[in-house]
């Protein structure tokens, strides 16, 4: 077990596409770190440059005390499962399992055991002998985790591990995922591009676009505070809704407005809002954020919207509703009863309000 | 699938593939029948009222032991195994190797390699005997097996290579970064993981290796002079083509027992031989 310590990582192909950008991260010892973000984001490739699959292009990985930069990938006490589980498909579950103790020249009756302790944990003893063309799904999943932990490394790397499997199976196999790290307790850095993965499984996520770390947190910090507004938007579902709108002062107190809105500005932000006091700011609000106004209501904080579609998931109902020229998504109790075409008054909650520099999209 | 009535089937579907299984089958046909036809059958005249071309009523094995009494067949027989053998191990070493090398390490003009290779292939054979021949001259090799065990590679390689590498590119590169991060060296994952699971790739690679050799005639009639050097294509045809006589017994029945163990290697691998051809991978 051991901490993971990036510094100053990149990553250039042919010279001319540069894919990871400085990134910096201090992984903790036995932490379940997770990378998050769009395809080509570059998550993937700083996970292969941690293994020691790709060369680094300048930057320091350190794994322990020790630099592994000039490590290959067998000498770095790494493990990895991959996307496609890459499973030895002519060799059964236990030779897939025991190659690595093989190549380390285990004694048998360790490796014996370290197998069946694995197989164990996951559930698959009784497979042991089958070859991989024999397993469904999850089963292949399980044995790649198996060959994974019978080598007792000290991280373990995963690269997007989840996304072969179908979708109910997913949800299961990642409940199992963290309950094996809480087990094991084996730093573990996990690379997805599903933010709901990423919420659930990581202590902390670290959420990239475009090979720049966008910002690294807690899950809840991630929500409720990101740091830009790709990382709001990436993170939650339904997704964060953007309105484009003109900071302005009207009879001494700021008003946010577009052709659809016009509201306070909330005292939380009222100080920094000032200072971009005439410029356009993108406001951002949870769709849980938004319900249907009651007569309680203070109108700074409501505006008319047109319902376009009405999803009913059960737990909740989403409304897609146009806002002046702009489109929002508001979740709401699944007792509303609201129809194509409706003309609604929605509230939203001051409180939870956020707001981006238009330009750099950074907080503000 | 044809589909519809049954004479759609027939006419568009059984009878052409009926004519195309005769067509092919044919010349075997006639190479067994003429191989056990006795001679007096053989040189009857076609005008005469007991010509029968196309069967006989009193098989014999005369032709095939003429070929062993009077011809030295068996020792052709071991001279053409001994160098296909030789030739085809010589090929899938170096073509798995350089197939390896080609899809799957990094290194300037891989691809330019990959095509430059493949160009050898096309060179005809019936061009490039003629430095070959000043080749083995210069190194004394001429009328010894090895004339031929290290000329045939020439042509076998790059077969070898190209079809190693196609096979190659079609296994999951992660295996073998699996592999190494499992405490393999990449000599080791290449031992360990990527030739097991390319096995029916090579197996195929080496089928096609062994027919090209065995059937192989230019090279073997230039390269060799001696009887008792001599390969089954080569031995046959200059031992039983006597000037303008034609020993069609015994020429039929070499053609017949030569083609057998090319048979009994297809037959015997022809499930790998399959998937070797399809490249897949069960993952």
Redesign the interface.
Known sequence: MAQVVLSQINKFYDGAVHAVKDVNLDIRDREFMVFVGPSGCGKTTTLRMIAGLEEISSGDIRIGTQRVNDLAPMDRDIAMVFQNYALYPHMSVFDNMAFGLKMRKFEKDEIRKRVQDAAEILGIQDLLKRKPRQLSGGQRQRVALGRAIVRHPQVFLFDEPLSNLDAKLRVQMRVELKKLHQRLGTTAIYVTHDQVEAMTLGDRVVVMKDGLVQQVGEPLELYNAPATRFVAGFIGSPAMNFAAVTVTERDGGLRLVNEGLDIAAPPHAADRLRACLGREVTLGIRPEDLRIATAADPADFAFDALVEVVEKLGSEILLDLKVGRGAMVAAVEPTVRAVYGDRLRIALNPDRLHFFDAQTDATI | MIEGAAWRRWVYFRLPLGFLVLWLLFPFYWMLITAVRPDGELYRPWNATNYTPFWTTNPTWAHVEYLFEETIFGTWMWNTMVIALASTAISLVCGVLAGYALSRLKFPFAGSLGTGIFITYLVPQTLLFIPLAEIIRNYRLGDTPWALILTYPTFLIPFCTWLMMGYFKAI?K??E?????????RW?AML??VI??A?PGILSAGIFAFTLSWNEFIYALVFLSSPEQKTVPVGVVSELIRGDVFFWGPLMAGALLGSIPVAIVYSFFVEHYVAGLTGS???
């Open positions: 999951p992660e295996l970064e699996c592999a190494r991060i499992d405490g393999a060296a080791q360990y993981i097991p699971v096995l991978v069960k993952g």
